[in-house]
């Protein structure tokens, strides 16, 4: 493989998990911010892992159909726009969304 293909891959990676790493220690206390109880911040962090399990063939699928840059670039502008709606949930269900 390219050295520039794999560090291409590695920025990629490390901007998404970035963008996880910097949400995941903040949603128990947002979600407690609006109510929820413990329980349903155990649901939605578990719902990520979830998401994740299902989307992973299916994203997959389009990556081999439609090529590779396609899937990482429509991947990290669907990250953004959910880290945006995290930034600005005002209910349970938004935090859901994202």
Same mark, same amino acid.
Do not use: C, H
């Given at each position: 493989?390219? =050295? !520039? !293909?794999?560090?291409?891959?590695?920025?990629?990676? =490390?901007? @998404?998990?970035?963008? =996880?790493?910097?949400?995941?220690?903040?949603? +128990? =206390?947002?979600?407690?911010?609006?109510?929820? &109880? +413990?329980?349903?911040?155990?649901?939605?962090?578990? &719902?990520?892992?979830?998401?994740?399990?299902?989307?992973? +063939?299916?994203? %997959? #699928?389009? &990556? @081999? !159909?439609?090529? #590779? !840059?396609?899937?990482?670039?429509? %991947?990290?502008?669907?990250?953004?726009?959910?880290?945006?709606?995290?930034?600005?949930? @005002?209910?349970?269900?938004?935090?859901?969304?994202?």
């Amino acid at each position: 493989m390219n =050295f !520039r !293909r794999l560090a291409v891959l590695i920025g990629v990676n =490390f901007v @998404d998990m970035i963008g =996880f790493m910097i949400v995941l220690p903040l949603l +128990p =206390f947002y979600a407690l911010k609006l109510n929820a &109880s +413990p329980e349903v911040v155990g649901q939605m962090i578990a &719902s990520y892992s979830i998401a994740q399990l299902v989307a992973a +063939p299916l994203w %997959g #699928r389009v &990556s @081999d !159909r439609y090529g #590779r !840059r396609p899937a990482l670039l429509i %991947g990290l502008s669907a990250s953004a726009i959910a880290y945006v709606v995290f930034g600005l949930a @005002d209910t349970l269900w938004l935090l859901y969304l994202s």
